[in-house]
């Protein structure tokens, strides 16, 4: 008997979704950082075995109050998770105030299939506060299944795992079981230059550019597997290039070595980065640029 089937995990921004995702699948699939709105787009996570295939959802946080069309479409790929679940998580972090009452959580009164409760970051937190979340989500929603965890130290993750195989129906390979994500390299070399530039940068840069890998060329150097990768920074003004260059290059130049030195351990080869930065005028509101970037 093979099982098989989409898990599928939605909540706020910054409630440790990435992270979860990462603890699960066993791989760096999601950007993860302290900011909020680091994840923009959905992104499959998928673990194989012989008698297993489980495909692992990480999606952008719901925001409320969109104040740009990729917003919008990412809250888009939020709503997306309830139309293909096999299992849903919803994923509480377990120190922020409880809110029941939002537009993404008040869609699970009508989801059919599992709903697994998981109250995070359990391990900054103490026995009470964890009680009053976990009573106040059951008094709003019914769960299968209530799971606290630390996504950070993965603190039970493996109890999750289990019990997501337990409930998973039978079904069919929906991929190659040597498949890992449902992405190809080039959108995670984009997503590790993008991740460096959170944690670099500060106030609004982060959130105003969008990395795009125009050349991604594979070939041997000195006898080893070598890769040339350019990729464009697009960011919505003159003013955020200034930032992101930094006086005479200093600052690309850090965000180069450091996303070089991610991108080499994730790949397992040398490569060389070049890194250009692009003025796409509020390119957050351009339809057509949105497309470009994989906003569909």
Same mark, same amino acid.
């Given at each position: 008997?093979?099982?098989?089937?989409?898990?599928?995990?939605?909540?706020?921004?910054?409630?440790?979704?990435?992270?979860?995702?990462? /603890?699960?699948?066993?791989?760096?699939?999601?950007?993860?950082?302290?900011?909020?709105?680091?994840?923009?787009?959905?992104?499959?996570?998928?673990?194989?075995?012989?008698?297993?295939? +489980?495909?692992?959802?990480?999606?952008?946080?719901?925001?409320?109050?969109?104040?740009?069309?990729?917003?919008?479409?990412?809250?888009?790929?939020?709503?997306?998770?309830?139309?293909? /679940?096999?299992?849903?998580?919803?994923?509480?972090?377990?120190?922020?105030?409880?809110?029941?009452?939002?537009?993404?959580?008040?869609?699970?009164?009508?989801?059919?299939?599992?709903?697994?409760?998981?109250?995070?970051?359990?391990?900054?937190?103490?026995?009470?506060? +964890?009680?009053?979340?976990?009573?106040?989500?059951?008094?709003?929603?019914?769960?299968?299944?209530?799971?606290?965890?630390?996504?950070?130290?993965?603190?039970?993750?493996?109890?999750?795992?289990? /019990?997501?195989?337990?409930?998973?129906?039978?079904?069919?390979?929906?991929?190659?079981?040597?498949?890992?994500?449902?992405?190809?390299?080039?959108?995670?070399?984009?997503?590790?230059?993008?991740?460096?530039?959170?944690?670099?940068?500060?106030?609004? +840069?982060?959130?105003?550019?969008?990395?795009?890998?125009?050349?991604?060329?594979?070939?041997?150097?000195?006898?080893?597997?070598?890769?040339?990768?350019?990729?464009?920074?697009?960011?919505?003004?003159?003013?955020?290039?200034?930032?992101?260059?930094?006086?005479?290059? /200093?600052?690309?130049?850090?965000?180069? +070595?450091?996303?070089?030195?991610?991108?080499?351990?994730?790949?397992?080869?040398?490569?060389?980065?070049?890194?250009?930065?692009?003025?796409?005028?509020?390119?957050?509101?351009?339809?057509?640029?949105?497309?470009?970037?994989?906003?569909?």
């Amino acid at each position: 008997m093979h099982k098989s089937g989409f898990v599928n995990i939605i909540g706020e921004p910054n409630v440790g979704k990435s992270t979860l995702m990462n /603890a699960l699948v066993g791989d760096k699939m999601s950007v993860i950082n302290r900011k909020p709105q680091t994840t923009r787009h959905r992104i499959m996570g998928i673990f194989n075995d012989d008698e297993y295939q +489980i495909i692992f959802s990480d999606t952008p946080g719901w925001i409320e109050s969109p104040g740009y069309k990729m917003q919008e479409v990412m809250n888009k790929f939020s709503y997306s998770t309830f139309e293909d /679940a096999d299992i849903i998580l919803l994923i509480i972090d377990v120190l922020r105030p409880i809110d029941v009452d939002n537009q993404l959580t008040l869609r699970l009164s009508n989801v059919t299939v599992p709903k697994f409760l998981i109250l995070n970051k359990i391990d900054a937190s103490h026995e009470s506060q +964890i009680k009053e979340v976990k009573d106040s989500w059951h008094k709003a929603f019914s769960f299968n299944e209530t799971f606290e965890v630390s996504a950070k130290d993965e603190t039970g993750v493996v109890d999750l795992f289990n /019990a997501i195989k337990s409930a998973l129906p039978e079904g069919p390979e929906y991929y190659p079981k040597d498949q890992l994500t449902d992405k190809p390299e080039r959108f995670f070399i984009s997503e590790m230059i993008r991740g460096q530039i959170l944690a670099q940068y500060h106030q609004e +840069i982060p959130y105003s550019v969008e990395v795009e890998i125009e050349e991604f060329k594979e070939s041997i150097l000195r006898g080893e597997d070598f890769v040339h990768i350019r990729a464009n920074i697009h960011v919505s003004r003159k003013t955020q290039k200034a930032i992101l260059i930094g006086k005479q290059g /200093a600052a690309i130049k850090q965000l180069g +070595i450091a996303s070089r030195k991610d991108i080499e351990e994730w790949l397992g080869k040398r490569i060389h980065l070049e890194l250009y930065v692009r003025v796409s005028d509020d390119w957050r509101n351009d339809t057509n640029k949105l497309k470009q970037f994989g906003y569909k």
